[in-house]
């Protein structure tokens, strides 16, 4: 967490370094030695690896406490299929069709969906500085994503 410029170096920090860092090497081992397994493959891997990892954390780290109700299962069983299961399989398979740093720039668009699905399915509120920013992260990842035609015209 970032207070007023200083980052604190909590467990939870820590943890979203590291596993940012695991992310990177990860994506760039991916692109580099081309693995041609299958994108559900690949998935399945980064989530059972993943998921026993963060439950040993979870374990040590943290008090457990979970509601079971209608909710909550629809809730985590909604975030297990689309928000992990689904999303890293498109991943891999933009990854294998283009280059790591373009398609690492959709990563940005993770929240900018969360919030609009908040607003489309939880009535959440949608500011004016909220949609400022996902138009700004818009323009971001065009501007990584678009092609370098004008720039070569330039250089000849």
Known sequence: MIILGL?????????GLIGGLCWAIATLLIKKFNLSCSVWV???YRMLFGGILLTMANLLMEDIRFTYNFISVLS???LSLFGSIARFALWFYLLSK??????SAFHF???????L????FLAEPLH?????????VCVGIFLVSRSPYKKDIINK
């Open 109 to 115: 668009l993770a929240p900018v969906f969360g919030v």
């Open 98 to 103: 283009g280059d790591s740093t373009k398609t």
């Open 76 to 78: 985590l069983t909604y």
């Open 128 to 136: 004016k500085e909220i949609a400022v920013g996902a138009v700004l």
């Open 117 to 120: 699905f908040g607003y489309l």
């Open 42 to 44: 690949l998935t399945a």
């Open 7 to 15: 980052l604190q170096w909590s467990s939870g920090t820590i943890i």
